[in-house]
């Protein structure tokens, strides 16, 4: 067991760090404090300097062209990119370039060509539609989306809601009943193309996210051909499920990212600031916050490695990404709100990041499956299945 980063480790975690700080940062200072894109020449010129790194499209697997770097690196990386305004959800503005949706990475020869591959090459995007009206923390008894087969096509009726950025979306995941009697496993996943008759974007849904867009969609007779069965037919909820397990890692990575840039921005300022004739970091109550921000951080640090560990080596790893994601998204809430009250006034205001993490950290705690579902995962692994 070693608990330090290898040199290999720390040299692409002080690479990337660099990177955050000398090109993103200050492209941000031009930027609506809202902002999630950068100008096209900025983000031209950056995906141009990640790829001569080496690093661009991280999380793709190597045999579809990644640079295939381990889980645990990743998401030390995954640390480091969040380090900005718009971190937690667009870590440097994707010039690193995304993988997008890992269950096309299951599809079949054909829909690769048709779905993954474009996706890879940024020429489509995709959006995942699980959550319904009805509920998403228990989407498998939950999902009333409905999928009747009619000769060679399946046709869907329902809705789903707060699907992010479904209405800019060329296609989508989306999670159907195929069969009433079977819970779980009477759930089957469909591509969806946006253009399909019966595809229908009902609502925007305005969140605290900055310039986001979650989506209410309507399905009404929507035919999709059978060959846009992702897997198999009524084994739909286990890919979503191994989807969430894995998100969870730099889910919670980001959140560690923000919290590790508002502690450095807290301590920086306690330095500086004085109060009542002394400087904030003389003062008791100031120092505990401090102290208490840097045992969040690292607890929720060694958590998310520990789970990234575990992935790697290929071991389950289920308990430890449900434990990471609950006490990084709870702990890092928690630093920024204390780092906001250590810089008083400006703590408040646009010209810091501190708000904006603070309004977006906050939906971390339900995203991705709420705090208390992943106390209900971890319960279940600790209990044994009967108990639930
Ligand atoms: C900005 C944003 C973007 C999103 N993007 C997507 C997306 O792209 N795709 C997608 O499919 N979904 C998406 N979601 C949906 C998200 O995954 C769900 O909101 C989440 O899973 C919770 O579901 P729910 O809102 O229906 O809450 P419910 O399931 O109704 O639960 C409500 C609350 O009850 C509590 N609770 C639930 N179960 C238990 C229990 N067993 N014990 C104790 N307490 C419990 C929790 O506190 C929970 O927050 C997004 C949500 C937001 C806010």
Redesign the pocket.
Known sequence: MDLELSEEQRLIVETVRKFVRNEIAPLEADLDPDATELEPIDFERLVAQTKEMGFYGLDIPAAYGGPDIDIVTRTLMAIEMAQHRAGLYTPCYGVFGGAGLAQLFEANDDQKERYLFPTLRGERHG?????????????AR?IQTVAVKDGDDWVLNGS???????DRADYGIVFARTDAAKGRAGITCFLIDAGMPGFHVRRV?H???ST?Y?TELQFEDLRVPAGNVLGEVNKGFAIANDRLSRQRIPYSAGCIGVATKAQEMAIAYAKQRETFGDLLATRQGVQWMIVDNEIDIRTSRWLTLAAADKARRGVPFRTEAAMCKLVATEAGGRVVDRAMQIHGGYGMTKDLPLERWYREIR?R?????????Q??IMARDLLGGSFH
């Open positions: 959006f995942f539609g699980l959550t319904e009206p009805s509920g998403g923390s228990d989407p939950a789903k809601i707060f699907i992010s950025e479904a849904v969140t605290l996210r986001h979650a939906i705690r339900i995203g991705e499956g709420p705090s208390e579902v106390r209900l």
